[in-house]
């Protein structure tokens, strides 16, 4: 690292800028590769920052709560919890600016739990951005939500707007030794 790089550095842990500074040297080397403008370098250097910020704000807030389990739709006590109503629920994660959905298909779900995953999708269609992850080809999710006539259609809106990552390879996840 020059000199010059080292006063960054310092600089960016200074202003705890903590995201740039762990990323610089690499972010550097692709611009210059790539001959990227000074604008698209710099709004690529500060949106690491604020995602970093965002992801470790998250994590606070999670670790600040407590949180004994990790509820889902699925898994969530609606009739001994009696105060949180399923309908408002489904409305909020309506209105959440990204909903990551993971696993998809990954526990069967009850034909009423399809026609709320129908509902959501269909709240959020052309509205918010919606991440799924499933190990499911597309023809089998009517096997999973176990009604065709709403798997088309619920297929139909995703699939208007989408992009469809298919990943054929080994599992990325550690080994467990």
């Given amino acids: 690292m020059n000199p010059m790089n080292e006063d960054v550095q310092q600089l960016l842990l200074n202003l705890k800028l903590k995201a740039i500074a762990a990323h610089l040297d690499e972010y550097l080397a692709a611009a210059e590769r790539d001959a990227t403008p000074f604008a698209t370098l710099f709004a690529q250097l500060l949106r690491a920052e604020w995602q970093a910020r965002q992801q470790a704000a998250l994590a606070a807030r999670l670790k600040r709560a407590q949180l004994p389990e990790t509820w889902t739709l699925e898994t969530f006590p609606f009739k001994i919890q009696t105060g949180v ?51 499911l080809p597309y023809p089998a999710w009517q096997d999973f939500l176990g009604n065709k006539a709403l798997t088309q259609a619920l297929l139909s809106r995703l699939r208007e707007r989408c992009h469809t990552v298919v990943i054929d390879g080994p599992c990325l996840r550690a080994q467990q030794g």
């Fill in 85 to 135: 109503k399923e309908r408002k629920l489904l409305r909020t994660l309506a209105n959440v600016d990204v909903l990551a959905i993971d696993e998809l298909g990954y526990l069967n779900i009850k034909p009423e739990q399809t026609n709320i995953f129908f509902k959501l999708m269909e709240e959020r269609h052309h509205r918010k951005p919606t991440l799924l992850t499933t190990n």
